[in-house]
């Protein structure tokens, strides 16, 4: 049975869509990458499967919805932060919230590859690789589980500080998405800001952003995360 997804009942800060604007619904499978939202083509794609990993998904994607933005131009303008960084940092606040909601992305929301690539990733000694699969699995089924593979990896390339890197890094997002929980969703406008899309909820992903990019900044100047 397809599932209900009613897309266009999600209200956003600063969105002036009305409720019957059309969105396009595309089925996908659960594999990472497939699942995706473009807000402003008003664009879905999700699993339809009524099991709790798809019910996960689609969760995670109409949470896109609610509280990223539209448009990341202004964001970049600001020249805080790369792109990248913050389409990884948006993931890791998306994670965070389901988790606080109830949706719990850390127990249904994972990938089968998501081990396999962080244990390549330190084997190789790919340290920007190691910092994407960190920030992309964090809050979900396999956060701990890729930090494990990473000490593997480390160990099997003989370099056990990319493991305590890895290690390091993960306590850093925790203990950022913590320290800003009051913030998580905020629709508020930034102070100054003259676009309500540039909200207080997203400025916590992009102070993120920029720890994320300091991150690959060291990997870059001394070879060591």
Known sequence: MTPRILPEFIRQAGNTRKVDDIWNIHRSSTDRGNPKTCIEDHTLYVPFEDEERARCIRAHEMMHIRLSPP??????????????????????????????????????????????????????????????????????????????????????????????????????????LDDQSSYLTSDRPLRGSKSTRTTRGFSVSERLAMVLDQYKSITKEGGKI
């Open 71 to 176: 448009d990341l131009k202004p964001w970049i303008k600001r020249g805080k932060a790369t792109a990248d960084s913050l389409m990884l940092a948006e993931e890791c606040r998306i994670n965070e919230v389901l988790n606080r909601e109830g949706f719990r992305a850390n127990e249904y929301l994972y990938d089968e590859t998501d081990e396999i690539v962080a244990q390549r990733f330190a084997e190789q000694k790919n340290l920007e690789g190691v910092i994407r699969i960190v920030a992309a699995t964090y809050g979900t089924a396999n956060q701990d589980k890729v930090l494990n593979k990473i000490r593997e990896g480390a160990a099997n390339a003989g370099e056990p500080s990319i493991y305590e890197g890895a290690r390091d890094l993960l306590k850093t997002i925790e203990g950022l």
